[in-house]
């Protein structure tokens, strides 16, 4: 048997993977940057670059937006969703600018590098631009789109094409065939928001099919209500980082607490807490993932190489250790939850198999015998037992969310500090922390007058298959006949899967409009781009959940080219259609922030906390908001006092089994957490899983072009991780140019030989710009590197209809051909009308 994976210090008590895995070197996890300047990489700008001039953004004849009264001339305060930082002009560097992380941040986060390099790239979308085959021949399905030359116009002739459009599809087809969702990250600023400006636009339009739920946490989303009534509160109010540290003896970390996402929080973080909490904590970690660098090193800590997706079985047979050695916790069980026996009687073998340990082994590569130890230690020890979002990112990616509590709920714990459960630790920055948990100001949207929804992630079955039937959360429901998709804030030629069937289904609407910053895959599939700014370009305020500051983002640098903001364009757009003065209420964009701020401000000063008013905190900077808690733990409530408290599950307990669930009758999604098989299984032709999961250089796609992601390309491609042996194999050194394909796909991509893996896995982030050769339409692959060509695009179950992403079946081969360039990181062909 070969010796553990452990990071150092290495355990008393090694626990040793089943398969024949070579001890791996520690894996650095992701560096935390050093307090700043950060530098900008080596990422040579397309045009000279000057000190950037400040000028206020363009204006628009709707709702003209006033200059920036309070632009900076040395420093300009802003932020981001990997954290608050500020900008000074720097004639030397990239991009014309220098970036200083906040001075409250002790971890910055390294993405800022990618800042300056992006800013001015010459990949900016400059001015709008219409496909040429819409321009010629007006909106219709067309499998050309993302295929042909762009012409650049001036903004009115745009905005009447784009204006026109919308009107002509809300009158016509009606508002339900206008497909708004627009889901994607987009930026950092409450108000700049683009997808509640794209909502509060198409809502006065008349209306919109919307999406539900997301890609990060779509399973989890549906599910999590039938187990413990609440999807919200484990999300943000998941105990707190300080709780942990001084209670917690294990924790079982399903998926790691990978450092990389740490930094990362929706609408801005200003102090990161996770890399400072995970080196307080004392609690041993069993890394329970096929990655060793989902754990940072230093930490005590042992790794289970564990195969991917067969988290659940190694679930079960702890529990069937439990259950057996009656190590449970009876009278926990009897009080808080529902469905117990079942579940036992599950485990057990009901079905005619024990989900023992030797069963679960044989599953997941992690030796029996030490399967059994670990239950052991887990009901020895205060337990903190947690998930990472990409495990529901799978196909079945309910159960190990479900099965994860079950396994809490036998242990006890769950509602006492340091025990229980926890859903994303490592997933998201503000997992953890103890951040004031305060409403922030925010953009109303209105009402939706449409009732159509999909789930976010079968964006590619309604645009294929209108009328269709398809089941979602104890529904049937009828996909609606999409004639014009609006899109701003978001990549789906990123985050979606199976690249090929997204492009065959955006072949089908008539028209795609799409805003953006960045000549994207999907500015490319669109046939009206819209430049738009991007934060250093307009004036926001920012904050993210539980953070600490409510940001004053100054204007820092002139629009790029013709960029306007989203709200300028909507605007103009709203003028035209005859809503102009509802949508913006006849404000300029700063008197949309004094507005809001000072409702907010309103808000605050009722519950007594010294909030200054709008000219004071616009010159300050920031504002520190009063703090809440340090200390709290999830359930806490519930478990001191069951029936005050309630879950708002029917039972009003944790539902281990969920009738509502088993009265869908999904034969993918049964009534309580169970070993189901996965569709694909490893062969001859595609032997190695991919694991697909958020890269450490960007976050998504976005500045896919900035000095830190590009610094880590390979022969100008996204690094693929692949064990020695695999890469032994196949004829594959360091360094190579690879093809990595299945049958949906392949990309090419740059070797990296690292035994962090578990043989027979290999690790290719998302983000890579989507660059598809051509010629290959039907399978398509990517010169670039991006994994979504290759994933499927299924649902998690028909309960939740979640994305898949995670991953894929692959195999990879050395390729020693003349490869095609990457072409993403050049803007595309753009012509203009005297051209044509
Ligand atoms: P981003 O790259 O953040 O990806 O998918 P998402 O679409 O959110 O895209 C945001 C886009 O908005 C960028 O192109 C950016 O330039 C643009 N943008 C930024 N600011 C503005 C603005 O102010 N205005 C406008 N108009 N545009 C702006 C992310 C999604 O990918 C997520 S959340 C997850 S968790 C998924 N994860 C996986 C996975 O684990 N595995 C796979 N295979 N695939 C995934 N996809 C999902």
Redesign the pocket.
């Known amino acids: 048997m070969p010796p553990p994976h452990s990071a150092a210090p290495v355990v008393a008590a090694p626990i040793a993977p089943a398969g024949p895995i070579a001890p791996a070197a520690p894996v650095a996890a992701g560096p935390i940057a050093p307090a700043a300047p950060v530098a900008a990489g080596p990422i040579a700008p397309a045009g000279p670059i000057v000190a950037a001039p400040i000028a206020p953004a363009a204006s628009t004849a709707a709702a003209p937006i006033a200059p920036a009264p309070t632009l900076s001339p040395t420093t300009s305060p802003t932020t981001s969703?990997w954290g608050a930082f500020s900008v000074r002009p720097d004639a030397e560097a990239d991009g014309g600018i220098a970036v200083l992380p906040h001075p409250a941040d002790p971890a910055p986060s390294p993405l800022l590098a990618n800042v300056p390099g992006a800013l001015r790239h010459r990949t900016r979308v400059r001015r709008p631009a219409v496909r040429r085959g819409w321009l010629e021949r007006g909106p219709g399905p067309d499998s050309r789109r993302g295929r042909e030359a762009f012409v650049e116009v001036g903004w009115d002739e745009a905005l009447d094409l784009a204006a026109a459009e919308v009107d002509r599809v809300r009158t016509g087809p009606g508002p339900r065939a206008v497909f708004g969702g627009s889901?994607?990250?987009?930026?950092a600023?409450r108000f700049?928001?683009?997808q509640s400006?794209v909502h509060r636009f198409l809502n006065l339009a008349g209306g919109f099919t919307a999406s539900r739920n997301?890609?990060?946490?779509g399973t989890s989303l549906v599910v999590l209500p039938h187990i413990v009534g609440d999807a919200e509160a484990v999300l943000r109010a998941g105990s707190s980082w300080p709780t942990i540290t001084e209670n917690t003896e294990l924790v079982l970390a399903f998926g790691g607490i990978p450092a990389k996402n740490v930094f990362v929080t929706p609408g801005g973080v200003t102090r990161h807490v996770t890399p400072g909490a995970l080196e307080a904590l004392s609690a041993h970690i069993a890394l329970i993932s096929p990655l060793r660098a989902d754990l940072p090193d230093g930490l005590d800590a042992t790794w289970y190489p564990i195969a991917p997706a067969t988290d659940v079985a190694l679930m079960l047979a702890l529990a069937h250790t439990l259950i057996v050695e009656d190590l449970h916790d009876r009278a926990f069980l009897d009080r808080y939850t529902v469905g117990f026996a079942e579940f036992e009687h599950y485990v057990r073998g009901g079905d005619g198999t024990p989900k023992d340990a030797a069963w679960a082994a044989a599953l997941c590569g992690i030796d029996a015998a030490d399967i059994r130890a670990l239950a052991r230690r887990m009901a020895a020890s205060r337990t903190l037992i947690t998930v990472t979002?990409?495990l529901q990112?799978i196909q079945h990616g309910e159960q190990p969310v479900w099965a994860a509590i079950a396994l809490a709920a036998l242990l006890g714990q769950i509602g006492l500090p340091g025990g229980g459960f926890g859903h994303g630790y490592g997933s998201m920055g503000d997992v953890g922390d103890h951040g004031p948990q305060r409403r922030l100001p925010y953009l109303p949207q209105g009402r939706n007058p449409v009732a159509e929804y999909i789930p976010v992630a079968r964006i590619a079955d309604m645009l294929l298959n209108p009328g269709a039937d398809y089941d979602y959360n104890g529904a049937r429901r009828t996909y609606p006949d999409i004639r014009l998709v609006y899109?701003?804030?978001?990549?789906?030629f990123?985050?979606?899967?199976d690249l090929g069937r997204l492009r065959r289904a955006f072949a089908r609407p008539d028209t795609v409009i799409?805003?953006?910053?960045?000549w994207?895959a999907?500015?490319r599939h669109a046939d009206i781009v819209?430049p738009?700014?991007?934060?250093l370009e307009?004036e926001d305020l920012g904050g993210g959940r539980r953070d600490t500051h409510l940001i004053a983002m100054h204007q820092a640098v002139a629009p790029v080219g013709e960029a306007r903001?989203?709200y300028a364009i909507l605007s103009d757009l709203a003028a035209r259609l005859g809503f102009g003065e509802e949508f913006t209420e006849g404000r300029t964009a700063r008197e949309w922030l004094v507005h809001l701020y000072e409702g907010w401000r309103a808000d605050l000063s009722a519950e007594g906390h010294a909030v200054p008013p709008f000219e004071e905190f616009w010159h300050a900077g920031d504002y520190l908001l009063p703090a809440g808690p340090s200390h709290f733990t999830l359930f806490e409530d519930f478990r001191a006092d069951p029936d005050a408290h309630r879950l708002r599950t029917p039972s009003g307990r944790i539902e281990i089994v969920s009738e509502t669930v088993r009265g869908f009758g999904y034969p993918d999604c049964p009534g309580h957490p169970a070993w189901l098989e996965p569709d694909e299984h490893p062969t001859a032709g595609t032997p190695l899983v991919l694991i697909?999961?958020?890269p450490a250089t960007?976050?998504?796609?976005?500045?896919?072009v900035g000095a830190l992601s590009q610094g880590s390309k390979i022969h100008g491609r996204e690094p693929v991780r692949i064990h020695p042996a695999d890469a032994a194999a196949r004829g594959i050194a360091d360094g190579d140019l690879v093809r990595i394909f299945n049958s949906r796909g392949a990309c090419l991509a740059g070797a990296v030989l690292a035994d962090g893996l578990r043989p027979g896995v290999v690790q290719l982030p998302?983000?890579a710009w989507f660059d598809p050769v051509s010629g290959f339409d039907d399978e398509p692959w990517c010169a670039h590197g991006n994994?979504?060509v290759l994933?499927a695009d299924i649902p998690s179950s028909r309960l939740s209809q979640g994305?898949t992403?995670?991953h894929?079946l692959v195999d990879v081969e050395r390729f020693d051909g003349e490869p095609p360039p990457v072409t993403v990181t050049e803007p595309p062909v753009l012509l203009r009308k005297e051209d044509l």
């Open positions: 969703h889901y994607g990250w987009a930026s600023g700049h928001h683009a400006q997301s890609y990060s946490l979002w990409s990112r899109w701003a804030g978001g990549n789906p990123h985050h979606h899967q799409v805003h953006e910053p960045f994207t999907t500015a819209f738009a700014t991007t934060p307009r903001d989203d697909a999961n958020q960007r976050l998504h796609s976005q500045l896919d998302t983000g994994p979504n994933t994305c992403g995670q894929a």
